[in-house]
């Protein structure tokens, strides 16, 4: 299972087809692409399963899926939602027809319409956006989806070819559901397809989440478990948890390199784990971070391996030319209206006078490459090549006095999207954040600032902010909220209020890290006091944010009651809340809360805490919330083996790994292996070994190919008391996992 960073990963790609090209052959690899590069446009199949969730229960059919992997409860609630596949077929055209193309399919494009890389691009995706940039680009693409057509595509054309595993969305017969992806698996002419691709060939797989048992996952094992490969699969993952979550036989392949993000910057302060007198640790949930995740509107960082930027890698590292379009529009026009109508020039056409609508076209052309070259055009150019540094670079070589008000918006567009993309939190990122802000300045001055401009100082602001932080400058990145606060604190438009509120959160945060926690306290504080009232979601998610970090200050300087105060004026605002990010913090709260009361030997009432956690939210399929049921299942299960109620506590305990036994969720596992090793442990104090033994045993077949550390050591633990008990060993006097 080897990993390595995108740097790496793309130098190997480029050496590859370089070494191929030398002996006259082309690129081995092909694209396989998920949901994830047509993201945030499109959304992803969690959002898509709340809203069928939602629609479901008008219906007032709200029975649970038997399963909880994530492919059976998306299929699940979108056939209880959309019963028949052609309104099913409506609803994916409804959320995919007309919308804007997203970056990353964008590069995407433009890396195919090269074919350096590859030409070939299989997805599960539904929607046309790859499609659609590349007519944009000029390259009309062949296109399958389904597979009595499939048959007519090959994997060594020299045509861009993209391949709809599934159908799309344009016909009722795309395949949405388990069964219908499972038949779809053994479709024997799109299985021989993929069977073929892949004897030759390997995917450089993007933005795909790997369902087992769809058709890609299926012909991916068969090729897997044939032997080795000649050319290694490059599987870029968005997060090492999307790696955790594979399968083994994928994960444990040598031929197959996980392409992870760099050292993941860190997104929250764990709180102190405190050991249980008897049953071993509790789970105490850490303070929000300052997470670099944002998203279209915020325009914030994050510190996933996205789509584009992965794309972003390869255009640069192969030095791909900017598309046709961008270099010269018009001429580029002018050749796609002639390639359209043919080479009849002097054949006057009395109908549309195409003729001369070339001729037109070719004048104004002549025109603009007659003209001095634009201020800007350079730093176009290098944002067309994904050469994000340069673009930086460029712009700090031009004087802002001499751009007119409009190239001035443009500048500072275009350098808040290269800071953005380079996420790298290097000089190079925070001078483009500071162009932005100076540009803006100028803009004030003399009166041109307009609404855009003031969110995107803010938003520039705001980032310089988080990568101060990031590289532990927390002094620095609280001077530059204070200027965010100072410049638009008083601002009325949401989005600007919403910069705000993010940046309070994220001063407290950096206090906290200075261990300034009064003085954090007095600026989650002033956050409630000023936007406590507002009832927008933006909103209300950082004020909820906020009385969750208080809370944690709070516990951090010992005040236990005035936390467990907090935390309940949190859930008394937001508990009834249907927001996903909204009901995560009351999930969260609910098992700080437990966790407090714990520590203060208050196990009734935390039970009682854990209980209405379970009430709420036992049935909840979002991910960070599942990851909290199954912490306050286990907190539970300690707090009754501290009150000596261990047969209680064992059935805790097994009703966690009845929910989340086939959990593939790293957080979420480790919850379940400790849990069976503290009923193994419980069954140790009730005197009865041979159930004891049996846990043990039960937990190293389980998870015995699980390599995961924080598994694999508590297997190893299980494994040891398994052994001692075999070898008479007495049993411990208190439980410890």
């Known amino acids: 299972m080897p990993s390595i960073d995108l740097k790496?990963?793309?130098?190997?790609?480029?050496?590859?087809?370089?070494?191929?090209?030398?002996?006259?052959?082309?690129?081995?690899?092909?694209?396989?692409?998920?949901?994830?590069?047509?993201?945030?446009?499109?959304?992803?199949?969690?959002?898509?399963?709340?809203?069928?969730?939602?629609?479901?229960?008008?219906?007032?059919?709200?029975?649970?899926?038997?399963?909880?992997?994530?492919?059976?409860?998306?299929?699940?609630?979108?056939?209880?939602?959309?019963?028949?596949?052609?309104?099913?077929?409506?609803?994916?055209?409804?959320?995919?027809?007309?919308?804007?193309?997203?970056?990353?399919?964008?590069?995407?494009?433009?890396?195919v319409l090269d074919g350096t890389v590859a030409r070939t691009v299989f997805t599960p995706n539904f929607d046309d956006m790859l499609t659609r940039a590349l007519t944009l680009f000029g390259q009309r693409p062949l296109v399958c989806d389904h597979p009595l057509t499939v048959g007519r595509m090959r994997i060594e054309s020299s045509d861009i070819q993209i391949i709809h595993v599934h159908g799309s969305y344009w016909f009722y017969d795309c395949c949405n559901l388990t069964d219908e992806m499972a038949e779809r698996s053994i479709s024997p002419a799109m299985k021989v397809m993929l069977d073929q691709s892949l004897r030759d060939h390997s995917p450089l797989v993007v933005g795909y989440s790997g369902w087992?048992?769809?058709?890609?996952?299926?012909?991916?094992?068969?090729?897997?478990?044939?032997?080795?490969?000649?050319?290694?699969?490059?599987?870029?993952?968005?997060?090492k948890e999307s790696m955790d979550a594979l399968p083994g036989w994928l994960k444990d392949h040598r031929d197959v390199y996980f392409v992870l993000p760099d050292t993941p910057v860190p997104t929250t302060v764990s709180a102190a784990t405190l050991q249980s007198t008897e049953t071993g640790p509790e789970v105490s949930i850490s303070i929000s971070g300052t997470t670099k995740a944002g998203d279209s509107i915020s325009g914030g960082k994050d510190s996933g391996l996205r789509a584009d930027s992965i794309f972003d890698a390869m255009v640069n590292y192969f030095n791909i030319p900017a598309p046709p379009l961008t270099k010269n529009p018009l001429s580029f026009y002018a050749a796609q209206l002639k390639e359209l109508l043919g080479t009849r020039d002097n054949e006057p056409d009395?109908?549309?006078?195409?003729?001369?609508?070339?001729?037109?076209?070719?004048?104004?052309?002549?025109?603009?490459?007659?003209?001095?070259?634009?201020?800007?055009?350079?730093?176009?150019?290098?944002?067309?090549?994904?050469?994000?540094?340069?673009?930086?670079?460029?712009?700090?070589?031009?004087?802002?006095n001499t751009l007119s008000a409009d190239e001035k918006r443009e500048a500072a567009s275009v350098l808040l999207a290269a800071s953005f993309g380079l996420n790298d939190n290097s000089s190079e990122e925070i001078a483009g954040y500071d162009l932005v802000v100076k540009l803006g300045n100028l803009q004030e001055r003399s009166g041109t600032i307009d609404s855009r401009a003031?969110?995107?100082?803010?938003?520039?602001?705001?980032?310089?902010?988080?990568?101060?932080?990031?590289?532990?400058?927390?002094?620095?990145?609280?001077?530059?909220?204070?200027?965010?606060?100072?410049?638009?604190?008083?601002?009325?438009?949401?989005?600007?209020?919403?910069?705000?509120?993010?940046?309070?959160?994220?001063?407290?945060?950096?206090?906290?890290?200075?261990?300034?926690?009064?003085?954090?306290?007095?600026?989650?504080?002033?956050?409630?006091?000023?936007?406590?009232?507002?009832?927008?979601?933006?909103?209300?998610?950082?004020?909820?944010?906020?009385?969750?970090?208080?809370?944690?200050?709070?516990?951090?300087?010992?005040?236990?009651?005035?936390?467990?105060?907090?935390?309940?004026?949190?859930?008394?605002?937001?508990?009834?809340?249907?927001e996903p990010a909204l009901r995560e913090q009351v999930a969260m709260v609910l098992v700080n809360k437990g966790y407090r009361l714990g520590v203060l030997n208050k196990s009734e009432e935390a039970i009682a805490v854990y209980d209405d956690l379970?009430?709420?939210?036992?049935?909840?399929?979002?991910?960070?919330?599942?990851?909290?049921?199954?912490?306050?299942?286990?907190?539970?299960?300690?707090?009754?083996?501290?009150?000596?109620?261990?047969?209680?506590?064992?059935?805790?305990?097994?009703?966690?790994?009845?929910?989340?036994?086939?959990?593939?969720?790293?957080?979420?596992?480790?919850?379940?292996?400790?849990?069976?090793?503290?009923?193994?442990?419980?069954?140790?104090?009730?005197?009865?070994?041979?159930?004891?033994?049996?846990?043990?045993?039960?937990?190293?077949?389980?998870?015995?190919?699980?390599?995961?550390?924080?598994?694999?050591?508590?297997?190893?633990?299980?494994?040891?008391?398994?052994e001692e008990l075999r070898g008479g060993g007495a049993p411990p006097a208190a439980a410890s996992v």
């Open 350 to 400: 009395p109908y549309y006078s195409f003729r001369t609508v070339v001729e037109r076209v070719e004048r104004a052309s002549k025109a603009e490459e007659e003209k001095a070259p634009e201020t800007l055009q350079s730093l176009r150019d290098a944002m067309s090549k994904a050469d994000y540094r340069g673009a930086i670079r460029v712009a700090g070589k031009v004087e802002p």
């Open 454 to 578: 003031r969110k995107q100082v803010a938003m520039a602001l705001f980032n310089k902010g988080i990568t101060l932080g990031t590289i532990n400058k927390s002094e620095e990145a609280i001077a530059v909220y204070d200027d965010l606060l100072r410049r638009f604190g008083d601002a009325q438009e949401l989005e600007l209020r919403r910069q705000v509120a993010m940046a309070l959160v994220n001063k407290g945060y950096r206090l906290g890290v200075l261990n300034k926690s009064e003085e954090a306290i007095a600026v989650y504080d002033d956050l409630v006091g000023r936007f406590g009232d507002a009832q927008e979601p933006a909103l209300r998610e950082q004020v909820a944010k906020a009385l969750f970090n208080k809370g944690f200050r709070l516990g951090v300087l010992n005040k236990s009651e005035e936390e467990i105060a907090v935390y309940d004026d949190l859930v008394g605002r937001f508990g009834d809340a249907q």
């Open 8 to 111: 790496i990963a793309v130098a190997k790609i480029h050496q590859t087809i370089k070494q191929r090209q030398k002996r006259g052959l082309p690129s081995p690899f092909f694209f396989i692409v998920g949901a994830g590069i047509s993201h945030p446009e499109i959304p992803l199949a969690n959002r898509i399963e709340e809203e069928c969730k939602k629609e479901a229960e008008e219906y007032r059919d709200t029975i649970p899926p038997k399963s909880n992997a994530a492919i059976d409860t998306y299929s699940h609630w979108f056939s209880k939602a959309y019963p028949s596949a052609e309104e099913r077929k409506v609803y994916l055209r409804g959320l995919m027809e007309k919308k804007t193309i997203s970056k990353a399919n964008l590069r995407l494009a433009h890396l």
């Open 614 to 722: 379970l009430r709420r939210f036992g049935d909840a399929q979002e991910p960070a919330i599942r990851e909290q049921v199954a912490k306050a299942l286990f907190n539970k299960g300690c707090r009754l083996g501290a009150l000596n109620r261990s047969e209680e506590g064992i059935a805790v305990y097994d009703d966690l790994a009845r929910r989340f036994g086939d959990a593939q969720e790293p957080t979420i596992r480790q919850q379940v292996v400790k849990a069976l090793v503290n009923k193994g442990i419980a069954f140790e104090l009730l005197d009865n070994k041979v159930m004891a033994m049996n846990t043990y045993e039960e937990i190293i077949a389980r998870y015995k190919e699980v390599t995961e550390e924080t598994v694999a050591g508590i297997v190893t633990k299980a494994r040891k008391r398994l």
């Open 212 to 239: 087992e048992g769809d058709i890609i996952m299926s012909a991916l094992k068969r090729r897997l478990d044939a032997g080795g490969l000649g050319t290694p699969i490059y599987w870029f993952c968005y997060r």
